[in-house]
């Protein structure tokens, strides 16, 4: 007898899928090739990736296993066969990936200089890596090397133990990899009870978010200290959940989030939502006040906690700033700031729409923020109002919750000054233990796999104009079907948007 949704051994289902595991393990090999033959090794040359003597055969074995891993992670975009087939799968395309130079990003570089910049006494928010002498700095990025940290304390921390315990560059990225992979696997443990918690299938969760291939080239092959961050916010959303209403459990759930944010800021937006998957029974504002508290005393205590352990203060806030120096059209609000400067170029004017449409769309953002989290409040307390619906708030509240924060980050993506492809693993750990419908999430992710090249090359910047126009025609035409939609939406008082 086969569980709930798992297919018969020998089904038609289970060869499909066993067929889709290695061909998604041939797409890992083949990525790991092409970073060992064309990746970002440490011995940084201005030569583009294809301009090698073995260039077309890195991008070749590149797109080809970049297609094969997404392609077969998109067949099964509505559950894997079981959660147990998701996890094994997902753990043997990483495997390849485990032991690839880093991949997609030389971002990993910049951490060691950080964490041995702070070594050495240097305060990572006041200079770049290039000033504060990091010897390893031929291997960062160029447009990196004189840009402060822009990371919170807690990953300067561990970034620095990275290098102390390295012992050199190489030592350094295998720590620091392993940290990451440390973060996936906190995401790993962590997706089954968020998923249940918000009635989701187990198998589908872990399936969306762990075999997606953002996941292994960029947390796993590229070590971004977005997996640490990840981790914890799960960890600490899982915590929330299965204690609503629990003073000290939400004061170790607080803490947890609060060093999420002391990894990368991104995660503040995540607090508002986790304050209501705090409120036990009916939401009121007194329950708020008490339950959302503990939770806030628990982040503000870590997070200042970890500003103070490192001497460090709040001068990371400030290094903040420069996380949005790349101009790119990947950023929908830079996008269409870019074809406004192109247009007033044609007619004489100068470029000033960038900054202007940045600092719109931040302001955007607060907005979509504060009214997603309205929504959800307004949600929850429509389901307290009964007293014959308790059941069913209790059961509502975690997915109401999930699903805000899962949104809230799509909002800080969307509106973002600077997009990379990792960025959209943000809201894709959230929404696949959250969302019922999974294509309008699914589908960018498997588009942004393909942005960047096995060096660090981003794509984006060989078609500024193009991709640029292309971006706007795209934001113009989610203006003109979602406002609609939205109207229609708020015109029947829906209590939340629909995913």
């Known amino acids: 007898m086969t569980g709930a949704g798992v297919p018969p051994r020998g089904s038609g289902r289970s060869v499909h899928a066993g067929a889709l595991r290695y061909l998604g393990l041939v797409g890992a090999v083949l990525?790991?090739?092409?970073?060992?033959?064309?990746?970002?090794?440490?011995?940084?040359?201005?030569?583009?990736?294809?301009?090698?003597?073995?260039?077309?055969?890195?991008?070749?074995?590149?797109?080809?296993?970049?297609?094969?891993?997404?392609?077969?992670?998109?067949?099964?975009?509505?559950?894997?066969?079981?959660?147990?087939?998701?996890?094994?799968t997902a753990g043997l395309w990483s495997v390849p990936l485990l032991v690839a130079p880093p991949l997609g990003s030389r971002d990993v570089y910049s951490y060691a200089c950080q964490g041995w910049a702070y070594g050495q006494g240097v305060d990572p928010y006041a200079v770049g890596v290039a000033v504060a002498g990091c010897p390893w700095v031929d291997a960062v990025s160029p447009i990196w090397r004189d840009t402060p940290a822009p990371y919170g304390p807690g990953f300067v921390l561990l970034a620095a133990l990275a290098v102390a315990l390295g012992g050199g560059l190489v030592g350094a990225v295998v720590v620091l990899?392993?940290?990451?992979?440390?973060?996936?696997?906190?995401?790993?443990?962590?997706?089954?009870?968020?998923?249940?918690?918000?009635?989701?299938?187990?198998?589908?969760?872990?399936?969306?978010?762990?075999?997606?291939?953002l996941v292994g080239v960029h947390l796993v092959a590229g070590a971004h200290n977005d997996a640490v961050m990840l981790g914890l916010l799960l960890l600490g959303l899982l915590v929330v959940v299965r204690f609503p209403g629990r003073p000290w459990p939400l004061l170790l759930a607080g803490a947890l989030l609060g060093l999420a944010v002391g990894v990368k800021a991104t995660a503040v937006v995540v607090l508002p939502f986790a304050a209501l998957a705090a409120v036990l029974g009916r939401f009121t504002v007194r329950s708020l006040l008490r339950d959302g508290g503990w939770l806030a005393a628990g982040t503000l205590i870590a997070l200042g906690g970890v500003s103070v352990f490192s001497g460090l203060g709040l001068g990371w806030v400030d290094g903040l700033r420069h996380s949005g120096d790349l101009e790119q059209w990947t950023s929908p609000p830079t996008a269409v700031g870019m074809v406004l400067d192109y247009a007033g170029e044609l007619f004489g004017g100068h470029p000033v729409a960038v900054p202007v449409l940045r600092a719109l769309a931040l302001a955007l953002l607060a907005l979509v923020l504060a009214a997603l989290w309205w929504r959800a409040w307004s949600a929850l307390r429509a389901l307290g109002d009964v007293r014959q619906r308790v059941v069913r708030l209790e059961a509502a509240r975690p997915r109401v919750a999930l699903l805000g924060a899962g949104l809230a980050l799509v909002a800080t993506v969307v509106l973002a000054p600077v997009f990379h492809p990792w960025y959209a693993t943000w809201p894709l750990v959230l929404l696949a233990a959250a969302a019922t419908r999974t294509t309008w999430f699914v589908l960018p992710c498997a588009a942004a796999a393909f942005l960047t090249l096995p060096?660090?090359?981003?794509?984006?910047?060989?078609v500024k104009a193009p991709g640029a126009l292309v971006m706007t025609g795209l934001v113009v035409a989610a203006a003109r079907w979602g406002v609609p939609r939205l109207w229609r939406s708020r015109a029947g008082r829906a209590p939340f948007p629909s995913d």
Not at 35 to 63: F, I, K, Y
Not at 194 to 210: F, Q, S, Y
Not at 455 to 462: E, K, P, V, Y
Request: glycine content about 12%; proline content about 6%.
């Open 177 to 213: 990899r392993l940290i990451a992979v440390a973060g996936v696997l906190l995401v790993a443990v962590c997706l089954p009870g968020l998923a249940r918690a918000a009635g989701v299938p187990t198998r589908r969760a872990v399936w969306l978010a762990l075999a997606c291939p």
């Open 455 to 462: 060096d660090g090359t981003n794509l984006a910047r060989l």
């Open 31 to 88: 990525l790991a090739v092409a970073g060992h033959v064309g990746g970002a090794l440490p011995d940084a040359t201005d030569e583009r990736v294809w301009q090698a003597a073995d260039g077309p055969l890195t991008v070749l074995l590149w797109l080809v296993g970049t297609g094969l891993l997404t392609g077969a992670w998109w067949a099964l975009r509505h559950g894997a066969p079981s959660t147990g087939w998701a996890y094994r």
